[in-house]
């Protein structure tokens, strides 16, 4: 039996810590919820945000609509020879899942440990971090697909995946709830140790055989140590993404800079670290009023207490008109504004 409560205070469900009221509120513990939920035409007609974590969601202002908090749990796995398929609901946290595969020996969630945020979010913006993607794991997921009350299942090609980005986001924004993701594993550990962090601490520790526990250990501390704890300090992670431009442009800029820190991303195009356009524009660490950029990474933008969704919105707004300026590059953000 669902429950919509009037007047809900969003504080506690967004990684920002901003403090804004929801006109309605419902959690959702199955995708029967949701059946129940939009059985009543008025929620489908009423503007609609899902929540899993809100660990990449910024609030400008109250919200005057219908929030849709998931909790959906359950977490289970199969093994098939050498392949492991982990079935989990939409409102299990990611890091649960994260522990539940390094706990038992499965390969493939490792180098995404620790990243805040839930399940059934983490197609939508195909998360990653040190050399990993979602999509090098997603294997399907299920859906509920408001308008007909339908169950839909996508598979890996399904969602369009690209870089911090899927079909969720585009075609099928706000038009379905991903209700259950199932991620294809390994059994035996194909490490992925390209990236340099990752490189600089097994050495740093004389690990010469990692295992799938080193890994998920040295990210979890990477983050940790670069990473504000958005439990004391408000954050959602990388403020924005970073650009990617095409070659010609970037060795011109090049010329000029020549440390910029760049990856090739092939077809004539390179990818540019928005932390080092950030901090050569002297905006890392810095601080204005109750919000800022983070000390140890220039991406990641802060709510030190009472900071408004406009605060942080408007410093944003700082930041991406000096780096245009300096680099002639145009940064999007990577969290979502409401
Ligand atoms: N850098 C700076 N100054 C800074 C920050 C970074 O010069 O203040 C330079 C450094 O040279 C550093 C390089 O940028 O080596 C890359 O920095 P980092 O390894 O921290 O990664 P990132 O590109 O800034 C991306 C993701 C993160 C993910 C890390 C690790 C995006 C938008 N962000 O950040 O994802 O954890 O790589 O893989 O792609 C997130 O999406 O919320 C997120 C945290």
Known sequence: MIKVLQN???????????????????????????????????????????????SNILFTKDFEGLIIKINIDGLKHEVKNDEVYITAGGGIVWNDLVNYCVERGFAGTENLSLIPGSVGASPIQNIGAYGVELKDIFYSCKAFEIETGNMLEFSNADCAFGYRDSIFKNRLKGKVIITEVTYKLSTHPNLNTNYGAIQQELHKRGIIQPNIKDISTIVSEIRVNKLPDPSTIGNAGSFFKNPIIMVDKFRHLQSTFPDIVHFSVGNGLEKIAA????????????????????????????????????????FSSHIIADVKNTFDIELEREVNII
């Not at 002297?282 to 709510?303: F, I, S, Y």
Request: net charge positive; glycine share 12%; proline share 0%.
């Open 275 to 314: 932390g080092w356009l950030i901090e050569k524009c002297g905006w890392k660490g810095k601080k204005m009023g109750e919000t800022g950029t983070w000390k140890n990474q220039a991406l990641v933008l802060v709510n030190y207490g009472n900071a408004t969704g406009s605060d942080i919105y408007s």
């Open 8 to 54: 809900h205070s969003l504080k506690k469900l967004n990684t920002f810590g901003v403090d804004v009221i929801a006109r309605y509120l419902v959690e959702i513990n199955s995708a029967d919820d949701l059946k129940e939920l939009f059985a009543n035409s008025k929620w489908k007609e009423m503007d609609r945000l899902v929540l899993g974590g809100g």
